[in-house]
């Protein structure tokens, strides 16, 4: 049923590859399968290896069981009738039309990323895991680079660039799964200079449901004489849980011509610099915390435009709650750009500029990075190693016992004092105290807000940075603590707009990879803005549409998913 994409280059929205809803389980041994067999309409090419297997059908008798049913948010843990793990694209049909017959519910994991119980819920009585259909290859056939959407991002990476010499702009959260992160619109530290993943996306292969309750393998692309063009488009930032199962990606450069692989997607920078530095909070007082914030807010106001030489520069500003003792930055720069090293230090002077507070190393761990006390000065490192070494770094990922709670913003200006003193307010409460409860701001702009906010599903393309909210902790019986810092810090930070960040021309709504259940409470969104008109603005209309097409049983469904047209 979901997807999910992308912590903080991130991550993700529903941490399962497509989703879906309603589905029985199918007997409980393992079936080898031979190479698959893709509906008639759609051209394929295998990559097979090795001996087929499945569908497994893991029950709760089984001792693999408890490992199946939840992802990386501790918070949601499922009971389904059963867990199917799946060893090609051609089994999903069966299982999805046997679950539409038998009116049962069914979601999809991936890389098991869901930040809510969209994937893993008390609903669900069986879950499709395609975190093993994984490969990354080129389809020379459609002269593109296929990528599974089981596929973890690092993996696609280190295929891409060894390989080809290319890669596509993802997060940095290395075991995100592909299925999700890219139906959401996902982003990473090279969004600014090379744009969305979304923005390289030729074609997806979606498993669909008729109205006749039919299950039906479809691939649909971004050529403009291609009859399903539109569930391509609904699939470059329509979030996952939707529309079906989605199976494989296809990604080229718009316009690329030839069949040279190494000419059809962007290279990385050969080589960046990384630096992580560091604000004692017991230093700061609410001037000192104004003036970082405040810079950090106008510089990428500033300097995000489409041909803004900081383009090359990508930055995370993390602010912990006071307990954590520390105030992280985390900034990237493409080394090979003239002056690359004056970008990153005139950077960090405009940060610095009247916070009166000197910088040192990041000796803690903050938000979604570790200590990198090693990078008090930038380090010019090849991009895959540099790639290499941040996705492990980022902490929920890396402990799998945490539960979480996450909310997001987009940002088109600077904030308001009102604001920043509210951030100030919640960041130092003695009320509350969690290390790892956290808000980062993150670069945004350039590239991105290059294309036309119809032209993808993905409306956030006027944005100059955005905010991720985050908390993780271990206890359950701290669960309403966090949830509630959370919420009354977010509310109370957009009490002008009804709670919540509605498009104006300061704020832009949410990401839908970052999904939060209370934007669709009344309770708490008290704004004239949906959840929906948050996430998808002025596009929701038009998925709404392609949900009828493609979904009319409303069978891919979840708490926030896409509704059938009235």
């Not at 106008?298 to 900081?310: H, K, V």
Request: hydrophobic share 40%.
């Amino acid at each position: 049923m979901a997807q999910k994409t992308d912590g903080i280059g991130r991550r993700r929205f529903l941490g399962a590859a497509a989703a879906v809803s309603g589905a029985s389980a199918l007997g409980g041994a393992t079936t080898a399968l031979a190479t698959p067999a893709q509906a008639a309409d759609v051209p394929t090419t295998s990559t097979t290896t090795g001996t087929a297997f499945g569908p497994v059908a893991v029950t709760p008798k089984d001792q693999r069981y408890r490992d199946l049913v939840r992802g990386m948010n501790q918070r949601y843990i499922g009971s389904p009738e059963a867990v199917h793990v799946i060893g090609s694209a051609a089994q999903i049909p069966a299982i999805v039309e046997k679950a539409v017959a038998e009116n049962k519910r069914i979601t999809v994991r991936s890389g098991g990323h869901c930040l809510e119980d969209f994937v893993f819920n008390p609903e669900v009585q069986v879950v499709l895991d395609v975190s093993l259909l994984n490969q990354v290859y080129y389809d020379p056939t459609r002269r593109a680079f296929a990528v599974e959407t089981g596929a973890q991002l690092l993996d696609v990476y280190e295929k891409l660039y060894p390989v080809w010499g290319v890669t596509v702009p993802g997060g940095i959260c290395y075991s995100v799964g592909a299925g999700g992160h890219v139906s959401g619109g996902g982003w990473g530290l090279l969004c600014r200079q090379l744009g969305l993943i979304i923005d390289y996306l030729y074609a997806v292969e979606v498993v669909v449901v008729g109205a006749d309750g039919k299950a039906r393998t479809v691939v649909a692309t971004s050529d403009s004489n291609d009859p399903n063009r539109d569930l391509w488009w609904a699939h470059t930032g329509g979030g996952g849980g939707n529309f079906g199962v989605i199976t494989r990606y296809w990604f080229r450069t718009p316009g690329a011509t030839g069949t040279d692989p190494a000419a059809l997607l962007p290279k990385p920078p050969a080589e960046v610099y990384l630096s992580a530095v560091s604000w004692k909070w017991s230093d700061m007082d609410a001037a000192s915390f104004r003036a970082l914030v405040t810079n950090y807010a106008s510089f990428f106001t500033a300097n995000s435009g489409p041909t803004s030489p900081y383009n090359a520069l990508a930055s995370f500003l993390v602010l912990p709650h006071k307990s954590n003792g520390q105030i992280a930055m985390v900034t990237q720069v493409d080394a090979t750009v003239p002056d690359a090293r004056a970008l990153h230090d005139n950077y960090l002077a405009a940060i610095n500029s009247g916070v009166g507070v000197a910088h040192g190393a990041l000796t803690r761990d903050v938000g979604e990075f570790r200590s990198m006390a090693q990078l008090v000065e930038p380090r010019r490192l090849p991009w895959l190693e540099a790639t290499r070494y941040l996705g492990p770094t980022n902490v929920d990922l890396t402990d799998p016992t945490l539960r979480q709670d996450y909310k997001s913003s987009y940002m088109r200006a600077g904030f308001p004092a009102r604001q920043v003193e509210v951030m100030y307010k919640h960041l130092t409460r003695t009320d509350f105290a969690n290390p790892r409860a956290s808000v980062t701001l993150s670069s945004y702009g350039g590239r991105v807000n290059t294309v036309a906010p119809a032209a993808t599903a993905y409306p956030h393309r006027e944005s100059v940075f955005k905010m991720m909210w985050m908390s993780l902790w271990s206890d359950a019986a701290d669960d309403a603590a966090n949830e509630t810092w959370n919420q009354q810090f977010y509310e109370e930070l957009y009490a002008d707009t009804g709670g919540v960040p509605v498009p104006n021309t300061v704020t832009d709504g949410c990401y839908v990879n970052y999904p939060d259940r209370d934007l669709s409470d009344p309770a708490r969104n008290t704004s004239t803005t949906p959840w929906h008109g948050l996430y998808y603005k002025g596009n929701y209309p038009r998925l709404q549409q392609i949900k009828k097409t493609y979904d009319p049983r409303n069978v891919f469904r979840h708490r926030q998913s896409i509704q059938l047209p009235s």
